[in-house]
């Protein structure tokens, strides 16, 4: 029997509202989910769906999912797993990643009027670029102009002039690696570091260490590409929060922001000074667009320089990363020296000439773009309207990701793609081949549509003379171990490092030694002095 309680009775009305309450959130979700369908977009008639992709959580979606290191290859799985075209959900953000070069070159090259925008970077475009990034700021004129100005600056006679300082650097290199083989790492941050200076600014760098720009640009870069990191900075995520004044407790923030973004003012700007000092006695991409030169005022070119200058990073991890290749496959290196030894001969050093009559060593270049890239999964894209595109439906805004570690994997276009296979791009006849989709340079590593590299060219040639002088002059060998036997070096994905810099080989064994009758071209050179220019 059941006693009736002030407290039963309280329970009974408790239990009453609770049932009333579940049944009322049961008919408001139900009506949700039908209004959700029946609801139809204007843009999406037919009630297409999203690109599949796997199942995440409510709220957080597939945030949860994602490892903090190397989530390309988890991006990669999911695209093994659900085809070339992938939804995921980020806390509620769309995105929608591409795995394949004519997925990607369909959306970024042949709808680029619609897929070139970026997702928005609030504190690396607005905040630390005062709004001239030109590499995360909107699509629209200002990005028109700014690519502009990088295509008149580093036009066909530009990169021809870049070419001897290429050269004379890359011998620096050899110097330099050959009296201390030990740190070939930093000799080889130096080059990159130096080519970039001397064709963007007229500087000479003397050492990596000692240059009073090179070490703040890497700091800079580091600095940049922290930004970006998903969910680092909470100003991306809530946009109002850079109105929030910096006393209020937890928008500290600011103040740092604010920091950096004249730190790096004051260094783009010094950086343009020095170039303009510096041309009279070696002209440079700066100096060349001062004065309006290149459609754009001396603050924007700062900014141009500024954002080019931090790309050595990217130069210095392929470099790095063919270094590693040649002391896996010992086969390869000998068979380019092979070549190289033919056409160029043992009397001089080679020059960027010489590609056209070396097919092995360029394919070598780009199997190293395309066997560990960089950038694995280069710069988000982001749309400005609603598409369809293989039956789904991708709305306006959407972030999408050419995930160039799966694009660079997709075995119709290489096949065997786990294997280092300078061959891929050749035909019997040793003619270069490249692919349908990226027909100037076989692999994707600099991206896609009104978006690809504008150094593209620049970056391919200074990697390739780099790696046609170590050929010719070194030999990448394996180190031993305490039993005599050769350290195989250890190239599974995990050995490249993560994070906001380009991927590159995390420090590896190599024993160089100078190739016979090459010390004596290396006793002629020398090594940069510190001068009085700017
Ligand atoms: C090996 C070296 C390099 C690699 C791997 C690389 C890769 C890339 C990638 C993947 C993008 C984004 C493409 C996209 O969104 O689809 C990009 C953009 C860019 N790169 Fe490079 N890059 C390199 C060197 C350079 C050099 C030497 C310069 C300048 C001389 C440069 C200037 C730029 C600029 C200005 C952008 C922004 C383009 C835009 O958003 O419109 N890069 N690069």
Redo the contacts with the bound molecule.
């Keep these: 029997m059941e006693v009736f309680t002030p407290t039963s009775m309280a329970s009974d009305l408790l239990s009453a509202s609770k049932s009333q309450v579940m049944t009322l959130a049961a008919l408001i979700f139900t009506a949700l989910v039908l209004f959700r369908r029946l609801a139809k977009n204007p843009n999406n008639p037919q009630g297409l769906p999203p690109p599949p992709g796997p199942r995440g959580l409510p709220i957080l979606g597939n945030l949860l999912q994602i490892p903090s290191d190397r989530y390309w290859l988890k991006f990669d799985e999911w695209i093994r797993e659900y085809g070339p075209v992938v939804s995921i959900n980020l806390a509620g953000k769309r995105v929608v990643l591409l795995g394949t070069p004519k997925v990607a070159a369909d959306l970024?090259d042949r709808k680029s009027a619609i897929y070139s925008d970026?997702p928005r970077w609030i504190l690396a475009n607005d905040i630390l670029a005062k709004g001239m990034h030109?590499?995360?700021?909107p699509y629209g004129e200002k990005?028109r102009r700014?690519?502009k100005a990088?295509h008149s600056g580093?036009g066909t006679k530009a990169l021809a002039s870049y070419h001897p300082i290429e050269e004379h650097e890359a011998r620096i290199y050899l110097k330099e690696v050959s009296k201390n083989p030990a740190d070939f790492r930093n000799s080889v941050k130096r080059y990159t570091g130096a080519v970039?200076m001397a064709t963007?600014y007229g500087h000479t760098v003397t050492t990596f260490d000692s240059d009073k720009y090179v070490k703040k640009i890497f700091a800079s870069a580091a600095r940049f590409a922290g930004s970006l990191a998903p969910g680092e900075f909470l100003v991306d995520v809530f946009p109002w929060l850079r109105y929030v004044p910096s006393w209020v407790p937890g928008a500290g923030w600011k103040k740092k922001a604010a920091e950096w973004a004249e730190d790096d003012y004051d260094l783009f700007t010094t950086m343009r000074e020095a170039a303009r000092v510096n041309a009279a006695k070696q002209s440079s991409?700066i100096s060349e667009g001062l004065g309006n030169a290149y459609g754009v005022d001396d603050v924007e070119l700062a900014y141009?320089g500024g954002?080019?200058s931090q790309?050595p990073d990217?130069?210095m991890?392929?470099s790095s990363g063919f270094m590693l290749a040649m002391v896996r496959w010992p086969e390869i290196q000998k068979r380019a020296q092979e070549e190289i030894d033919r056409v160029v001969g043992r009397k001089r050093f080679p020059v960027f000439a010489d590609s056209v009559n070396l097919p092995y060593v360029t394919a070598i270049v780009k199997e190293t773009?395309r066997w560990r890239?960089?950038?694995p999964l280069?710069?988000?894209?982001a749309s400005t309207e609603d598409d369809v595109y293989m039956g789904y439906f991708i709305p306006k805004g959407t972030t999408v990701i050419?995930s160039?570690w799966s694009i660079h994997r997709d075995p119709e276009t290489y096949p065997n793609p786990d294997e280092f296979k300078p061959e891929r791009f050749l035909d019997e006849n040793m003619n270069e081949v490249n692919t349908k989709e990226s027909r100037s340079f076989g692999h994707h590593?600099?991206?896609?549509?009104?978006?690809?590299?504008?150094?593209?060219t620049?970056?391919?040639h200074?990697?390739w003379v780099f790696a046609a002088h170590i050929l010719w002059a070194l030999n990448l060998e394996r180190e031993k171990d305490e039993f005599g036997r050769e350290i195989i070096p250890d190239v599974r994905p995990e050995m490249f490092s993560s994070g906001g810099e380009?991927s590159h080989p995390l420090p590896f064994k190599c024993k160089i030694t100078v190739r016979p009758g090459v010390q004596e071209f290396l006793d002629e050179i020398e090594l940069p002095q510190p001068s009085p220019e700017a």
């Design positions: 970024f970026r030109i590499g995360v700021m990005h700014f690519r990088i580093l970039i963007m991409f141009i954002i080019i790309t990217t130069l991890s392929v773009c890239p960089v950038a280069s710069v988000p894209h050419s160039i590593l600099y991206g896609f549509g009104r978006r690809l590299c504008p150094g593209a620049m970056a391919d200074a990697v380009a």
